[in-house]
């Protein structure tokens, strides 16, 4: 049983009513072809140390590379040589930049679903050993509850019979005697009878209880062996996403000035190469002012209670939306040939409107700010302590792994990526030991309330 999370859609301005990221049917013939789960995950961790030599084609770094400046290009265009040149130039490290990040986030993706695959079967094991150990308490309580009540009935049956009944019946003359005694060994006999139901019933469930303490145990062996598998994967797939954010870093830094460079280069017009540059110059501010609207508008919707908004305790509101999917068994549902909801769901939906803000839950460091198999756009944050939060189904990602982030930190937008059928965030909270737990009554144990 997969247990994580795939959507229900609905209009997209409203919210959708179940989420579920797990693997589509699909998907899992993709990650698991023709073999078991345990195979499946030492072949992907195995594979992440040569992806990246069998996906990525052999270029030099983009980053690395000299880039031209507009005195270059002013020079270059004043002289058809040169000029040819730097054309034949530019056009190369636009190439470059764009295979790097095309090649980079094709490693970046193999390795985050070879992740998800991991960290999906430890879950999953973390999961059954927590059931298994609960329906071992539940046993053993029976067992105890069994145990003190055969202790009573054997109680009983002593004070019911502890003088010597036989005697009292061949000595007794009053019929009327007799008949009481004979209704008190009756009684009796039912007594003993009783209680040796209840003995047995205290063994049996005393057994079901130690039967199931030991499969409890050898879950969680299997549950930290694939901890550790899903933790090398996570370590490969960081590292992954980091060379791929590093080309992007590149290319949003160059690709347009190359651009407008190339362009003036190749204008015959009386257009001149400073016309270019202010255009250049413009697109920028025109980003960083896009920013700022983003952020002006989240303070306004942590003002306003929403999202965002930090309690006493260190921590916020992840969305201003409301509740569509809880924590924990639900129906399975399926739809849009997206494939079908598994029967448990690890996180909280909230649902406000697409592209809506979303926010950290309290302070700490992103350790995941990419792409993330049926999550979507994905973030994680580690809180410190062994806890930490997820974010799913992002339509925009606005930290980068390694960030530190503040509580209540506008960190993305609501989306719709990954296996979701309508726009909202999947929210998750990982406690001390790993797993998930409810978010519902964790946050409110911090004074906040979803």
């Known amino acids: 049983m997969s247990i994580h999370d795939q959507e229900v859609s609905v209009d997209p301005q409203q919210a959708p009513d179940e989420c579920d990221c797990a693997p589509t049917a699909r998907e899992r013939?993709?990650?698991?072809?023709?073999?078991?789960?345990?195979?499946?995950?030492?072949?992907?961790?195995?594979?992440l140390a040569v992806v990246g030599g069998l996906a990525s084609p052999a270029i030099a770094p983009a980053f690395a590379a000299t880039y031209p400046s507009w005195d270059d290009v002013k020079k270059?265009?004043?002289?058809?040589?040169?000029?040819?040149?730097?054309?034949t130039k530019i056009e190369g490290?636009?190439?470059?930049?764009?295979?790097?990040?095309?090649?980079?986030?094709?490693?970046?993706?193999?390795?985050?679903?070879?992740?998800?695959?991991?960290?999906?079967?430890?879950?999953?094991?973390a999961y059954r050993a927590d059931q298994l150990q609960?329906?071992?308490?539940?046993?053993?309580?029976?067992?105890?509850?069994?145990?003190?009540?055969?202790?009573?009935?054997?109680?009983?049956?002593?004070?019911?019979?502890?003088?010597?009944?036989?005697?009292?019946?061949?000595?007794s003359d009053s019929a009327v005697d007799a008949d009481n005694l004979l209704a008190r060994l009756g009684t009796m006999d039912k007594l003993i009878e009783r209680n040796n139901d209840v003995y047995t019933d205290a063994i049996t469930a005393r057994d079901a209880a130690q039967s199931l303490t030991d499969q409890a145990e050898?879950?969680?062996?299997?549950?930290?062996?694939?901890?550790?598998?899903?933790?090398?994967?996570?370590?490969?797939?960081?590292?992954?996403a980091e060379e791929a954010q590093a080309a992007l870093d590149a290319q949003q830094t160059y690709l347009g000035q190359l651009q407008a460079q190339l362009a003036a280069l190749k204008d015959t017009t009386a257009k001149t190469v400073a016309s270019y540059e202010e255009?250049?110059?413009?697109?920028?501010?025109?980003?960083?002012?896009?920013?700022?609207?983003?952020?002006?508008?989240a303070r306004e919707q942590a003002a306003a209670g929403g999202g965002g908004a930090v309690g006493g305790a260190g921590w916020a509101r992840p969305s201003g939306g409301r509740i569509t999917s809880g924590y924990g068994p639900r129906t399975s549902q399926c739809g849009n040939g997206k494939g079908c909801s598994s029967s448990w769901h690890l996180g909280t939906d909230l649902a406000a409107?697409?592209?809506?803000?979303?926010?950290?839950?309290?302070?700490?460091?992103?350790?995941?700010?990419?792409?993330?198999s049926g999550y979507g756009n994905y973030i994680r944050i580690d809180h410190g302590g062994g806890v930490g939060t997820g974010y799913g189904h992002l339509s925009a990602i606005y930290v980068r792994s390694g960030q530190w982030v503040n509580a209540g930190q506008l960190i993305g937008a609501e989306g719709n990526t990954g296996n979701s059928y309508g726009c909202h965030l999947h929210f998750e909270v990982y406690p001390p030991g790993g797993g998930t737990t409810n978010p519902q009554p964790w946050m409110a144990a911090r004074g906040v309330y979803l």
Not at 29 to 38: A, C, I, Y
Not at 290 to 296: D, G, L, P, Y
Request: aromatic share 6%; net charge positive.
């Open 134 to 171: 609960a329906a071992a308490d539940a046993q053993a309580a029976t067992a105890k509850d069994a145990a003190d009540k055969a202790g009573r009935l054997a109680a009983q049956v002593y004070r019911n019979g502890g003088d010597d009944t036989s005697l009292e019946l061949f000595f």
């Open 76 to 87: 270059a265009k004043a002289n058809e040589t040169a000029k040819a040149a730097q054309v």
């Open 29 to 47: 013939r993709l990650l698991w072809p023709s073999m078991n789960r345990r195979s499946a995950i030492g072949l992907g961790v195995l594979g």
């Open 218 to 240: 050898v879950q969680r062996v299997e549950r930290d062996r694939l901890q550790k598998i899903a933790e090398e994967a996570m370590i490969a797939a960081q590292k992954a």
């Open 279 to 297: 255009g250049e110059r413009i697109r920028k501010a025109r980003e960083a002012a896009e920013a700022a609207e983003r952020e002006r508008k």
């Open 353 to 372: 409107y697409c592209g809506s803000g979303i926010f950290a839950a309290a302070s700490g460091t992103v350790r995941m700010a990419w792409p993330y």
């Open 93 to 125: 490290l636009i190439k470059a930049l764009t295979d790097d990040v095309a090649a980079k986030n094709l490693v970046a993706e193999q390795t985050a679903d070879a992740y998800y695959v991991a960290q999906q079967a430890y879950l999953e094991a």
